[in-house]
């Protein structure tokens, strides 16, 4: 069966600090992945997806950054934190074939603080 | 752009009753339609989901209702129980890669 899992679970880091939060996948080949992130009491934003190593397509303009360097390893990255980057950071796979949408199965969250 | 609306934002029923919310999508190319739970503090997950070649999947006391042609689709839940408490979320997926989201109802179970 398919697993993902999540690091740091928590994290609280100043602002203008770096980041570096890691997604990895079991049980699966050549999964879609995807970041969101869900600021408290909010919805889902997606901030980027990746349907391939090295391919990542970003959804909304702003200082993080996304890499995939293995098939099941997706990597969300800052320079430099700001307060509003404060948030539940979810990551997600999906087993999808072509390019029509399919199920997608969050990993536990890494919950981030900015102070 | 494409967007998904859920209604209502919060949702408070007597144990036992039933509970409904409805989302409605905008792209007309979308086939893919999945209703996600979130516990507080929790991963949002997968509840159940409809594909636009159905109009209507039960899954014991849940079941989702599909109109493609008015562009909008309903959670049920029956019987509801405290567990039930929680955040919903609907999205909708068509050709690319993506799902959008509504912004989520809260349900909260009355004793």
């Known amino acids: 069966s398919q697993t993902i899992h999540q690091w740091p679970a928590t994290l609280v880091q100043p602002v203008g600090s770096p980041l570096s939060l890691e997604c990895t996948v079991e049980g699966t080949s050549n999964p879609n992945l995807y970041w969101y992130r869900q600021a408290a009491g909010r919805g889902l934003q997606l901030l980027f997806y990746s349907v391939g190593i090295g391919q990542i397509s970003s959804e909304v303009p702003q200082n993080l950054s996304a890499s995939r360097p293995q098939d099941r390893q997706f990597i969300l990255s800052s320079k430099k934190l700001l307060l509003s980057d404060s948030g539940f950071y979810l990551c997600?796979?999906?087993?999808?074939?072509?390019?029509?949408?399919?199920?997608?199965?969050f990993g536990p969250g890494t919950r981030l603080t900015v102070t | 752009g494409e967007n998904v609306e859920q209604h209502p934002s919060t949702l408070s029923v007597q144990e036992g009753d039933s509970a409904v919310i409805k989302c409605t999508y905008s792209?007309?190319?979308?086939?893919?339609f999945p209703w996600y739970k979130q516990e507080l503090g929790k991963r949002p997950q997968l509840i159940i989901d409809i594909r636009s070649n159905v109009g209507e999947k039960k899954d014991q006391r849940i079941a989702v209702t599909l109109n493609k042609t008015a562009k909008h689709f309903s959670l049920h839940i029956t019987e509801t129980q405290p567990e039930d408490s929680a955040v919903y979320f609907c999205?909708?997926?068509?050709?690319?890669?993506?799902?959008?989201w509504g912004a989520g109802t809260k349900l909260i179970i009355k004793p």
């Open positions: 792209d007309s190319a979308s086939n893919y």
């Open positions: 997600a796979w999906e087993t999808g074939t072509g390019t029509y949408a399919y199920e997608q199965y």
């Open positions: 999205a909708s997926g068509g050709s690319n890669y993506q799902l959008i």
